[in-house]
């Protein structure tokens, strides 16, 4: 027997308790969907930012003692001092840049969740669509009974009638009845 023919010999707590552990599985899922493809993100922009933080250290701390030996190195070849410090400063220019476009590319990279977007976008839809089914009456009670026994129970807890008439609303919108000749009995 199928999992879909099983249903028939359930009661209606037990369908319940197994609808909202397969929704809470479903939002687990999804939890479990996002964490992983943001660590996957955080992942490539930690790379991209420790990238910028390597040219930014060299850019600060090794520059200038690596200029001066390069320069007095240079000027030691026989080319001028003055040619000999230029020529340090456009090598380290050209390493800055391959550093910046390297962490430009891996920040590139980095993209939203899409998966988990497009999945809850698809739960999100599927619950717009499910509508619960009104509850089904005990035998031998009739609809006006129910609506009476309902309204003293809200009396005795000192519910005002436009608070009931709220609720009221809300469940009839929400099993997509309103009035009572809508229920099949």
């Known amino acids: 027997m199928s999992a879909a023919h099983d249903d028939e010999g359930r009661s209606l707590g037990q369908l319940f308790a197994s609808a909202t552990a397969d929704v809470s599985a479903l939002v687990h ?5 996002v964490k992983v493809e943001l660590r996957q993100d955080v992942k490539r922009a930690l790379f991209g930012s420790g990238a ?3 040219a930014l250290a060299l850019a600060l701390f090794a520059v200038p003692m690596f200029s001066m030996a390069a320069a007095y190195g240079i000027h030691a070849l026989g ?3 003055g040619w000999s410090f230029l020529i340090v400063a456009g090598a380290y220019v050209l390493i800055a840049a391959l550093l910046g476009l390297l962490a430009i590319g891996r920040f590139k990279k980095v993209k939203k969740p899409e998966r988990s977007i497009e999945s809850a976008k698809q739960t999100a839809a599927v ?7 009104p509850r089904e009456l005990e035998p031998g009670t009739s609809l006006e009974k129910a609506a009476a026994r309902s309204t003293s129970k809200d009396a005795s807890k000192g ?4 608070a009931v008439a709220v609720r009221d609303s809300a469940v009839g919108s929400a099993t997509g009845s ?4 809508d229920l099949k009995m």
């Open 178 to 181: 309103t009035k009572a000749s």
């Open 52 to 54: 910028i933080v390597g």
């Open 29 to 33: 899922d999804e939890i479990a969907l």
């Open 159 to 162: 519910t005002s009638k436009e």
């Open 79 to 81: 080319i001028t001092l």
């Open 127 to 133: 619950m717009k669509k499910a509508k619960p089914h």
